[in-house]
């Protein structure tokens, strides 16, 4: 059984679009992230929820928004997409450990690769 | 301030020698720091952690970390290099707040 999976794996559209890429976890975990890969392989933290409340929201332009439905659930809903926004967008989850709900490893989705053009 | 650090962008190697894929750090506090490895296409797949006790670490695949507080330094290594450990490698820590940071990856490549 898959993980951490996400939909679609490819995904082509044209520029000021809207789109969604969905990302579901089977794993129980309590956090779940949203990770943006670029071109050159650099990896950027976009989102995390931790029992459905953001946690962590990085200088990500306000055009992406996450939802979560429910704990096993973080889409990524993107508005106006424009070139730069073409990347690879990676789901990933963790469990809470310890007294002090430390988040630990992360399991990550195979990505979705989104074209912009 | 950066929080992770891969100096390292190319690593070559040749089958059945030892490799190492630098990594430092620099965070306050006890760190939680992290290898990963990215195959072609793929995701992010966990190697190893170290989080407290013992410095040297083992994780999957043969590959091993050795954390250094005093240099700050937290290296994959493996004895025997296969071709098939040709991949992406990303460090990555644990800050306060339980965010994590990625290091800008190391891509090694092992010869034949």
């Known amino acids: 059984d898959t993980a951490v999976s996400q939909t679609p794996k490819y995904l082509v559209t044209q520029m000021g679009n809207d789109k969604s890429i969905k990302c579901e976890q089977n794993?129980?975990?309590?956090?779940m992230y949203w990770y943006k890969q670029d071109s050159k392989k650099f990896l950027k933290i976009m989102f995390s929820?931790?029992?459905?409340?953001?946690?962590i929201n990085e200088t990500v332009p306000n055009r992406f928004s996450p939802k979560s439905p429910d704990k096993a659930h973080l889409n990524l809903h993107i508005n106006s997409l424009e070139l730069g926004d073409s990347a690879v967008y990676f789901c990933?989850?963790?469990?809470?450990?310890?007294?002090?709900?430390?988040?630990?490893?992360?399991?990550f989705g195979p990505g979705t690769r989104l074209t912009v053009l | 301030a950066q929080s992770v650090a891969q100096p390292e962008d190319q690593v070559n190697v040749a089958e059945g020698n030892p490799l190492t894929v630098k990594c430092t750090y620099s965070?306050?506090?006890?760190?939680?720091l992290f290898w990963y490895v990215q195959y072609p296409n793929r995701g992010l797949q966990f190697l190893l952690k170290?989080?407290?006790?013992?410095?040297l670490v083992k994780g999957s695949y043969g590959f091993e970390a050795e954390f250094n507080k005093s240099q700050t330094s937290f290296h994959l290594k493996k004895p025997s290099a296969l071709v098939s450990d040709s991949a992406l490698y990303f460090c990555?820590?644990?800050?306060?707040?339980?965010?994590?940071?990625f290091g800008t990856g190391t891509s090694l490549t092992v010869i034949p």
């Open positions: 990933a989850s963790s469990p809470l450990v310890g007294d002090f709900g430390f988040t630990d490893t992360q399991y």
């Open positions: 990555a820590v644990r800050r306060p707040g339980n965010q994590f940071y």
């Open positions: 965070v306050s506090g006890n760190p939680y």
């Open positions: 929820y931790n029992n459905k409340e953001l946690i």
């Open positions: 794993l129980g975990h309590d956090t």
């Open positions: 170290y989080i407290t006790g013992d410095n």
